[in-house]
Structures are given as structure tokens and as C-alpha cells.
């Protein structure tokens, strides 16, 4: 396994800043050709080294106006920026051929279709592929990648830090870069130009990776929640701080976004109005985005830190982890671009699927994903669809009330190895399932008491709050 490190500069001055800048911009222009050109169906069994030969023939190359490795491992790195793009529009299209096709061999030749990016002669999925692969556009502008035999390390007193030398713009002429560190970069560098400071990025093996602290050896289900991480089937919450951090994070966006539209307005009033200086006043000094992507930073960094130890808290006690598969999207991306809470609810999900995988493969437990379809609707005390109250769902039989993440967390336990219920299993057809099953064990057992009014509602173990 690679683990990406990162080496920061260190008094990096405003010359050779500029000249990196400077390079790390003409290369964003040939990353967005790249992606203008190869980043649809147009592109998709194009490699890197025929683009690169034909931008050689054609005089493409002359007018980037920089040198010839820069350029060509700028393809190189945006053609794998594609591939990765593509490559996440496959997961939903492999679950579509799983429905649409009825055989294993027209299902397996499908696979390999897409496998293979062959995909494009076959009606369906070509059709799937262009509804699930959006086109995608160039946004870096700000990045060098430098290949390991064009840069050189050194050091200017023994045990001091260490300085890098990178090419320039100019044949055979570096730009050299101070770094924080005592520990040389190698391999294949990225550099990455932020707010005044320049950031080598490069990957190393990492053996130790692997953690030294054990899984535990129980088999839990996992709910994922919005006021806390996750829920397990013992009823325990974990990281519970995580409703608190998105609430305030939400607020103030909602308030500040506000505030910059309004700011917007009036600059493009100065604009249309013919003062232009004072519309470029306004833009450079309260609609920057410096404070704001530092603020969002931060509240990132809360976010995972506090995920990842909820998580180790759940790996603690289980061998084997039930959970959701997260990765699914549950709301179009139109509608989540629009509502704050969604938008950030729906990247929490992601990081709590990146540490329940991550973790449990450093730790050596087991993940098993499973359909969630309907699992904070059924009370598991009878199996029957109880009654929801907002986080409370209420036993209609038996009378019991649970937590409802806590009853979701036993659900999706027990989802795992239910052999009706698959992870493909349609959302409509699961509810079906459940009420046959209801059904089923209506007419087999004797006719409940059914006076549930008489007995008390109570809290099974752990369920209180
Ligand atoms: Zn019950």
C-alpha cells in the first residue's frame, strides 16, 4: 500500500513563487485541452502516449510554452484524472447490468464490456455510462507533477534541511525550493502552489502501516446517523459530536453565503454602473476565498477526525462490521448543490464509508455491506413495519419503543446473510419481501393478543438516551 507525504516549503521567495505559478498555470491549460478532448466517450481508449505523439506531430506541443516533460507528465497525470472520473461512473452501471440482464453469460460479457472500456458498442451501456459519467472540466491550475529523474535533492549543511531543484521554464535552469523537512521527497513529485506556500506531495511504501491493535470479536451492525457517526446493534452511539460540528458549520454557511451574494450584487451593480475599480475592490477584498477555504479546511479535518474515531470505537468491539453501502447516492446532485445541510450530510457519508474501509482493513476486521432498504422502519422486537416518531419507532404488537438508529443498526445486522434481500434487491421489492414475511407469520402462528393498549411501553437495553 502507497501513502501519500506531503513536504512543505519553507521561506519560499516571491520569485521563484511567481516563476512556479507561472508554469503551474500554462500546465492547467494543457490539462483542461486534455480533458476537453479525451474527457468524454471520444477519449476513452485514447492512451496518454498517443496523445502525446500526435500533440508532438501536429505543433500542438509549441504553443504550451513549456518544456517537453512538463507538458507530456501533465497529460500523462490529467489522462489518470479521466480514467478515475470513468472508472467511478462504472460502480451504479455494474449494478444496472446486474438488473437488466437476466443470464450470467450476458451479465459476465457485460462486465468484461465495461472492463475493458469496450462498452461503447453496446446500446445499453452506452446509454448508462453517458447518464451515470458526467462530463468533467479541468479546475487545477495550480499543480506541477515532476517526474523522478527530472529534480534533484540536496542539502546545504549536514542535517539541515533539504532543498529541491525542479525544472523552470527554461532549458536546464531550476527553480529551487527550501523545504521544511530534513527527509528527501522521491518518486514521482507533485507540487501543489497554496496561499504563498508550495507543497511537494509524493507516495511512499508504507509497511507500518498496518495497525498493531486488534479488532474485537463480535459481529455488529452499523447505523449511520446525522446527530452522531454511527450506531451500533448493541444500541451505543459513537461520535456523537458530529450533529454539533455540521449544525454550526451549516449555520454560518447559510449566514455568510448570504452575505457574499448580497456583496456580489453590489459589485456587479459597480461594474454595470462603469466602475470597474471599485467592482475589483470589492472581489479581491470581501468575496476571497482564502478565509473561506482555510475555515473549510478545519471543519474537514473535525469532521474525519471525529468519524474515524467513532469508527475505532465500533472496530474495537467487532471482527465484523454490517453496514449500509454508503456509497450510493440517495439525492440528485442538482438538489444537494442547493441545500447546505444535504450537501455536507451527503460528504459525511462518504468520509464515514472511507474510515469503516479503511479501518477495517488496517485493523484486520471484516466489512460486509448490505441493503438498507426500510431498516429504520421495522421494529425487530415482531419483524413487523412499526410506527415512526421522529427518532422513535414504536412496536405496534409487542408495544416496545426503540431508538430508531438503534433498531436500524439490528436491521441491518441481520440483513447480512438474508438470502431474499440483496444488496441489488429493488427498494419497492423489499418492502414486498418484508410484508410476505409478515404475512407469512401471521397466518402460521396463533392470533396475537391484541390488546396492546394495556401493557406499558418500554426502553429495550440501551436504547435510552
Ligand atoms: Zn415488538
Not at 483542461?32 to 474527457?39: D, E, K, P
Not at 456523537?240 to 447559510?254: A, C, I, P, Q, V
Not at 447516492?329 to 474510515?355: D, Y
Request: proline share 3%; with cysteine; aromatic share 6%.
Amino acid at each position: 500500500m502507497k501513502l501519500t507525504r506531503i513536504a512543505y516549503s519553507k521561506n519560499l521567495n516571491a520569485g521563484k513563487r511567481g516563476q512556479l505559478e507561472e508554469q503551474a498555470k500554462l500546465l492547467g491549460r494543457v490539462r483542461s485541452l486534455v480533458w476537453q478532448r479525451y474527457g468524454s466517450v471520444a477519449g476513452v481508449r485514447v492512451s496518454d502516449r498517443a496523445t502525446r505523439d500526435e500533440w508532438m506531430a501536429d505543433g500542438t506541443a509549441d504553443t504550451f510554452g513549456v518544456l517537453a516533460n512538463a507538458w507530456k507528465e501533465t497529460v500523462r497525470d490529467a489522462v489518470a484524472d479521466i480514467k478515475a472520473n470513468r472508472e467511478a461512473a462504472k460502480v451504479p452501471v455494474r449494478k444496472a447490468i446486474h438488473r437488466h440482464y437476466k443470464t450470467d453469460e450476458e451479465r459476465k460479457a457485460a462486465y468484461v464490456a465495461l472492463k475493458r472500456d469496450t462498452w461503447a458498442d453496446d446500446p445499453f451501456l452506452r446509454r448508462l455510462m453517458r447518464k451515470h459519467w458526467k462530463r468533467g472540466r479541468n479546475h487545477t491550475n495550480n499543480q506541477i507533477v515532476v517526474r523522478s529523474d527530472q529534480y534533484r535533492t540536496y542539502h546545504l549543511a549536514e542535517g539541515g534541511n533539504v532543498w529541491l531543484a525542479v525544472p523552470s521554464l527554461i532549458r536546464r535552469k531550476t527553480v529551487t525550493i527550501p523545504l521544511n523537512t530534513t527527509v528527501a521527497p522521491c518518486g514521482t513529485l507533485r507540487i501543489i502552489l497554496r496561499e504563498g506556500l508550495a507543497e511537494v506531495h509524493y507516495a511512499v511504501d508504507a509497511p507500518d502501516l498496518r495497525e498493531s491493535r486488534p479488532c474485537g470479536d463480535a459481529k455488529l451492525g452499523v447505523d449511520k446517523g446525522y446527530t452522531e457517526v454511527l450506531t451500533d446493534s448493541d444500541g451505543n452511539h459513537h461520535g456523537r459530536n458530529l450533529g454539533g460540528l455540521l449544525r454550526t458549520e451549516s449555520d454560518y454557511l447559510k449566514a455568510t453565503n448570504a452575505r457574499r451574494a448580497k456583496i456580489r450584487s453590489m459589485a456587479e451593480k459597480a461594474h454595470k454602473a462603469g466602475d470597474a475599480a471599485k467592482a475589483d475592490r470589492i472581489k479581491a477584498n470581501n468575496l476571497g476565498m482564502v478565509k473561506r477555504n482555510r475555515r473549510r479546511a478545519r471543519f474537514e479535518s473535525r469532521v474525519r477526525t471525529t468519524t474515524f474515531t467513532a469508527v475505532h470505537a465500533v472496530v474495537d468491539k467487532a471482527a465484523q462490521v454490517v453496514a449500509e453501502d454508503l456509497t450510493r447516492p440517495f439525492v440528485s446532485r442538482k438538489k444537494l448543490r442547493k441545500n447546505t445541510n444535504r450537501r455536507l450530510a451527503a460528504w459525511t457519508k462518504g468520509v464515514t464509508a472511507e474510515a469503516l474501509t479503511s479501518v477495517s482493513e488496517r485493523r484486520g476486521s471484516a466489512l460486509s455491506l448490505v441493503n438498507a432498504a426500510y431498516t429504520s422502519q421495522v421494529a425487530p422486537c415482531c419483524r413487523i413495519l412499526g410506527k415512526r416518531q421522529r427518532d422513535r419507532l414504536h412496536c405496534t404488537q409487542c408495544g416496545v419503543v426503540w431508538q430508531a438508529d438503534h433498531a436500524a443498526a439490528v436491521n441491518i445486522l441481520k440483513r447480512d446473510g438474508d438470502s431474499g434481500i440483496t444488496l441489488w434487491t429493488r427498494h419497492d421489492r423489499v418492502k414486498e419481501l418484508l410484508q410476505e414475511r409478515i404475512d407469512r407469520r401471521r397466518t402460521r402462528l396463533p392470533v396475537q393478543d391484541s390488546s396492546p393498549r394495556g401493557r406499558r411501553a418500554k426502553y429495550p437495553i440501551n436504547a435510552q438516551q
